[in-house]
């Protein structure tokens, strides 16, 4: 009989692997007596801080899609506009940021190929008389026909898309998870106060009929 096949789905993590809290429910599952305490409500706290940490490189990656999700749109509807150019198409006139605060003016013809910088946007982009200079991330600048620009870009905006998703769905489960342990920090330092107040309790009744018995019986 052939084995099943085990599932590569981890049930103790999300689906981007990022591990899930410990639930406290009884607090004598993770510590047998106080000796224990200290250690269990250390162990938590270096857990919610590696969550905190995750969370704010999260918030991080997720500000920069939201940054970058609209300049990939704006290039994707660049592209399927001079697509949509004739080769009679007249030229037409584009304005190229040079920096933040200064902008040039030029006439680009109609064109079969886009040059896609993929890389941070140079400082000085030199504006170019057959072609349209467009810019998203990556590393290097490269020429790619119309249709594959388009393709290429309609794949890194669904691609960038996707990602803010995750990263909503991340922050979200981080801060469940750093809840989870602030209730389990909570029930057990709650629990060693108990047993602290049940002992000194304890320690009280003996010392009570201790007194309670003549040494002369």
Not at 16 to 36: C, H
Not at 147 to 162: I, Q
Request: charged share 30%; with cysteine.
């Amino acid at each position: 009989m052939a084995d099943k096949p085990k599932s590569t789905a981890d049930p103790s993590t999300n689906p981007r692997g990022i591990p899930y809290a410990p639930f406290v429910d009884r607090v004598e599952d993770y510590v047998s007596s106080r000796a224990e305490v200290e250690g269990t409500l250390k162990s938590f706290q270096e857990m919610i801080a590696k969550y905190q940490f995750m969370e704010v490189n999260t918030q991080r990656r997720g500000a920069g899609l939201r940054e970058k999700i609209p300049d990939i749109s704006k290039t994707l509807e660049t592209v399927r506009f001079l697509k949509t150019r004739g080769p009679d198409a007249d030229p037409i006139e584009a304005t190229f940021e040079l920096n933040d605060t200064l902008y040039a003016k030029a006439h680009v013809p109609p064109t079969e190929e886009v040059y896609l910088w993929l890389g941070v946007t140079p400082p000085f982009k030199q504006p170019q008389e057959y072609y349209a200079e467009i810019y998203i991330q990556a590393n290097v600048m490269l020429s790619y026909p119309i249709p594959e620009a388009e393709t290429l870009l309609e794949g890194k905006l669904a691609a960038a898309r996707s990602n803010l998703d995750n990263c909503q769905e991340d922050m979200d489960f981080l801060r469940e998870q750093i809840t989870t342990l602030e209730v389990a920090t909570a029930r057990v330092y709650n629990w060693d106060i108990t047993q602290k107040r049940k002992e000194k309790a304890e320690k009280g009744e003996s010392s009570i009929e201790g007194a309670k018995v003549s040494p002369n019986g």
